[in-house]
């Protein structure tokens, strides 16, 4: 199969034109307003406080913290890079485990009181960098992702797996080498990470973060719950059961803090995970299970909303009012999640146009805000529109698809991209991510995670030749 990489698309009529032509049902602002005034520029209003735009910078990891869990000077660059980039919403800068065995790598940042000085300085490095740029950081809301990884825990080796799972997953367990039950939390495990979460909770608010977002999403522990339809116990089975984990750990939160708010980053849909078929182009992978994709159907290839509206629904009434979409997990289902014209070393090449699944997450939030109008939504999934996302994320603010624009991979190359936006600056063509993944590749080859193709400063680093080298390797 081949599609038109964006960067052909010379101009918003050959882009539309191909939206149309593919019948990808994107909407599209040919001008794109500035100020602050402008759809983008505006603030908005959660939890009686104001957030100064509508871009968001997304939570992403660097595999480059130190062994015990504070950050270094790599880290520092990243956050402050989120602090420059004009955004006036940061998702958790980057998943911070709450404790050490559920760390994704040994280089992951981990929420003890040993560590959240430091952490508190990372966040405070943030707030002054946005300052210096903006003048103001009144409007600016910073949070905490907390997280357990689950089955893809790697905490003492990167390339050993660690998984601790709660049910049982045929193709999943085959991936980390899960063989019996032993990977399996109890439900006295789960109460004790319960709690761990809200130890984790009230040191990110003695931190200085505003909200602390309980991760949901990418096929991590959160997440896996979600779709724990057999696992027995008071965990899993029903829904009331596969939610009790986050709502266990909100109430925890909301009695031992003093007021931080809580935000939930969830997987909205999931599809079964694919692997490499012919020409390396992914399928389903055989003998998948559709019934354990939380928000799948039951063929396991396409939306059931459902209970992720049900479980927004919840969430509204246990007081959160912020959801952080995404959908299926990078280890799994990555086009679906991350659409890439360029597969990451792992992975495989596009099933479909990957602006398919852009839209697909587009209007699956779309759909979830026209139920739940009274919750606030961070869209994912933009950074493949490329040139055209400041057209796109316009028209979806504007017509109220979602209400604020979530930014990944493209502020590793380009952080200044919102305020570039929002003040009218020329469009700076040579830092637009072309979504290559070697900030995925890398961490998959325990590299430190950076955008090695544009970035000046990851272009100079000697793991640059050590990343050309495995790819190298990989494509012979």
Request: with cysteine; hydrophobic share 35%; net charge negative.
């Amino acid at each position: 199969m081949s599609y038109p990489r964006v960067a052909s698309l010379k101009n918003g009529e050959a882009f539309c034109r191909h939206l149309a032509d593919s019948s990808i049902d994107l909407p599209f602002d040919e001008e794109v307003q500035t100020g602050p005034q402008s759809p983008l520029g505006r603030s908005v209003q959660v939890h009686d406080q104001s957030i100064g735009n509508r871009f968001c910078i997304l939570p992403m990891e660097g595999w480059d913290g130190t062994p015990d869990g504070k950050p270094t000077d790599l880290t520092r660059r990243r956050w402050r890079n989120f602090g420059l980039s004009g955004a006036k919403l940061i998702w958790g800068g980057e998943a911070v485990a709450v404790r050490h065995d559920g760390r994704a790598n040994p280089n992951q940042l981990l929420m003890t009181k040993a560590n959240c000085g430091e952490i508190a300085s990372l966040r405070q490095e943030l707030v002054q960098t946005h300052e210096e740029h903006f003048g103001n950081s009144n409007d600016l809301m910073v949070g905490l992702q907390l997280t357990h990884s689950g089955r893809y825990s790697r905490p003492n080796e990167k390339k050993r797996p660690e998984p601790r799972t709660v049910q049982r997953n045929v193709v999943l367990d085959r991936r980390v080498g899960v063989e019996d039950d032993t990977a399996i939390f109890t439900d006295d495990e789960l109460k004790q990470l319960t709690d761990d979460f809200i130890v984790a909770a009230v040191e990110a608010e003695r931190a200085g973060f505003t909200f602390v977002d309980v991760k949901h999403c990418h096929g991590y522990l959160g997440h896996e719950l979600l779709a724990g339809v057999d696992r027995p116990g008071r965990y899993g089975g029903s829904f009331e059961n596969r939610a009790r984990f986050l709502t266990d750990i909100v109430e925890g939160i909301r009695g031992a803090t003093n007021g931080l708010n809580i935000g939930v980053r969830l997987s909205v849909f999931d599809f079964v995970p694919y692997c490499p078929g012919e020409d390396r182009i992914g399928i389903p992978e055989p003998g998948n299970e559709p019934r354990k994709t939380f928000g799948g159907n039951s063929t396991g290839d396409g939306m059931d909303l459902s209970e992720p509206s049900r479980l927004i629904e919840l969430m509204h009434r246990i007081g959160i009012r912020m959801v952080c979409t995404t959908a299926g997990s990078p280890y799994y289902n990555p086009h679906i999640q991350r659409p890439a014209f360029f597969p990451p070393s792992d992975g495989y090449q596009p099933p479909e146009d990957p602006l398919v699944g852009v839209a697909r997450q587009i209007l699956a939030v779309a759909e979830l805000k026209k139920r739940h109008p009274e919750m606030l939504f961070i869209g994912s999934g933009y950074t493949y529109l490329q040139d055209y996302l400041p057209n796109v994320a316009q028209a979806v603010v504007e017509r109220e698809m979602a209400d604020s624009i979530g930014l990944g991979r493209m502020v590793l190359s380009y952080p200044d991209l919102p305020a570039d936006v929002i003040a009218g600056n020329d469009w700076q063509r040579k830092k637009v991510c072309r979504t290559f993944s070697d900030c995925t590749t890398a961490p998959r080859e325990w590299i430190v995670s950076g955008c090695y193709p544009l970035d000046p400063f990851y272009k100079a680093r000697e793991e640059r030749e050590q990343l050309k080298a495995v790819k190298a390797k990989l494509q012979k």
